[in-house]
């Protein structure tokens, strides 16, 4: 019987499941900060629920990110404070596949804005 180790280092040595898996690594980062924290408060999911008037059913399906809805802003807004933390959303610039730095440099300036 394999690892969950080596099963992981099997999959991901198929380019199409890397693909697939590399599309939710956002996702899997922010679910994992999720845990951490939690973990790190030593607060348990029915813990956190009913810190944030919810069940532990709907604590699992949010740190599992399997649930067929996603969380509200509010609902994470909650979670952060539950575990003493501030919830930070921000839109981060891909890097461009040219690799071209000049293009790069000019598209981050600033461009004036006509009164």
Same mark, same amino acid.
């Given at each position: 019987?394999?690892?969950?180790?080596?099963?992981?280092?099997?999959?991901?040595?198929?380019?199409?499941?890397? *693909?697939?898996?590399? /599309?939710?690594? $956002?996702?899997?980062?922010?679910?994992? !900060?999720?845990?951490?924290? +939690?973990?790190?408060?030593?607060?348990?999911?029915?813990?956190?629920?009913?810190?944030?008037?919810?069940?532990?059913?709907?604590?699992?399906?949010?740190?599992?990110?399997?649930?067929?809805?996603?969380?509200?802003? *509010?609902?994470?807004? /909650?979670?952060? $404070?539950?575990?003493?933390?501030?919830? !930070?959303?921000?839109?981060? +610039?891909?890097?461009?596949?040219?690799?071209?730095?000049?293009?790069?440099?000019?598209?981050?300036?600033?461009?004036?804005?006509?009164?």
């Amino acid at each position: 019987m394999l690892t969950h180790k080596q099963l992981r280092t099997r999959a991901l040595a198929d380019p199409a499941v890397k *693909a697939e898996f590399d /599309k939710l690594s $956002d996702e899997f980062s922010l679910l994992d !900060e999720f845990l951490k924290a +939690r973990t790190s408060q030593g607060l348990t999911q029915a813990q956190v629920a009913e810190k944030i008037g919810t069940t532990q059913s709907a604590v699992a399906r949010m740190e599992s990110g399997s649930g067929k809805h996603s969380p509200s802003l *509010a609902t994470l807004t /909650k979670y952060a $404070d539950a575990l003493g933390c501030k919830l !930070e959303i921000r839109l981060v +610039r891909r890097p461009r596949a040219t690799g071209n730095s000049t293009s790069r440099a000019k598209q981050n300036t600033p461009k004036p804005v006509a009164a």
